[in-house]
């Protein structure tokens, strides 16, 4: 079924069997439960961040090791990838900086993953607009580099931090900020 899966996902020949190869090393890793899902994913993973089948063993690698060593399921970052990876890689971030940002939401918080990819893609879709970049100026966060381009969303996140580390939940400019961007 899984080969099913993936040759309907357009995957052919050999990087059939180099996707399958990955795979079956996620059936041995305690933190992947279901190769069904897995495989969804590595279509989500190959599709959103565009490595090839090369580069697929390494980004399951890496769930499971984020997975690992950190209070999120590799399930909950498939389910993430799916729903938010493609949004995250077209504002300019690695699947590494998504499953950072990712783990570190679900850890702080422990909403449920889907209401956190959610929420991360409506975050992601509107730091980028005109209107979020001018308005979160005026607060001291430049979320364009020096020729116009958007800093990419792992950076982005970075430079809010620093920009609102010290305010409070109930500082007016923090409700502000959270209304704009979620």
Avoid at 25 to 34: D, G, I, S, V, Y
Avoid at 36 to 54: C, D, M, N, R, Y
Avoid at 63 to 90: H, M, P, W
Avoid at 133 to 156: S, T, W
Wanted: no cysteine; net charge negative.
């Amino acid at each position: 079924s899984t080969t099913r899966i993936l040759s309907q996902a357009g995957i052919k020949a050999r990087e059939l069997d180099v996707a399958l190869e990955a795979l079956a090393k996620t059936t041995l890793a305690p933190t992947f439960e279901n190769i069904t899902e897995t495989a969804e994913g590595a279509i989500a993973i190959l599709a959103q961040f565009k490595q090839g089948v090369g580069a697929l063993e390494n980004q399951l690698g890496s769930i499971n090791a984020v997975a690992g060593q950190f209070a999120v399921e590799s399930g909950d970052l498939i389910g993430a990838v799916r729903r938010t990876g493609g949004v995250f890689k077209e504002a300019g971030g690695t699947l590494e900086e998504f499953l950072g940002v990712f783990t570190s939401v679900r850890a702080t918080t422990r909403e449920s993953s889907e209401s956190i990819a959610t929420g991360l893609r409506t975050i992601f879709t509107r730091i980028q607009r005109p209107k979020t970049i001018e308005f979160l100026r005026q607060y001291g966060v430049e979320l364009q580099d020096l020729d116009g381009k958007f800093v990419g969303p792992f950076e982005a996140i970075k430079r809010l931090n620093e920009a609102f580390s010290g305010l409070g939940e109930r500082d007016i400019r923090f409700v502000k900020i959270a209304e704009e961007l979620g």
